[in-house]
């Protein structure tokens, strides 16, 4: 079975900075994408960035420039550091990642369960 958990998640000050982790664990071949989400209140779940297996990033409008995506394939984790946060970054931040278990054909999308970012002074 396939898990992912993220965590750090937390309450910011605007202009703040703060990283989110995503580990996968589990029966794991093969990790092909990994991204983030966010999902607003009373909003639906949007993109935020993605980063591929083999390298390259791809980054959301609303966030270029400020948020930061990054993997370490050997921890089979992604992260999101966040920069000058704003109060519309206020969120659920899921995380969702493309992933081959071992003796399946695969890939399947698997998400986690998400964890709440507020930016509020």
């Known amino acids: 079975q396939v898990q992912l958990v993220e965590s750090g998640g937390t309450l910011v000050q605007p202009g703040g900075s703060l990283r989110l982790s995503c580990a996968a664990s589990?029966?794991?071949?093969?990790?092909?994408?990994m991204s983030w989400y966010r999902q607003a209140p009373g909003k639906q779940r949007v993109f935020v960035a993605s980063?591929?297996?083999?390298?390259?990033?791809v980054y959301a409008d609303s966030v270029k420039g400020r948020f930061t995506i990054s993997r370490d394939s050997a921890k089979n984790s992604v992260y999101l550091q966040m920069n000058n946060l704003k109060p519309e970054d206020t969120a659920v931040y899921y995380c969702?990642?493309?992933?081959?278990?071992?003796?399946?054909?695969?890939?399947?999308?698997?998400w986690g369960q998400g964890t709440q970012v507020s930016v509020s002074s």
């Open positions: 589990g029966n794991i071949f093969n990790i092909y994408a």
């Open positions: 980063v591929p297996r083999g390298g390259g990033t």
């Open positions: 969702a990642a493309a992933i081959q278990p071992t003796g399946t054909i695969g890939p399947f999308d698997y």
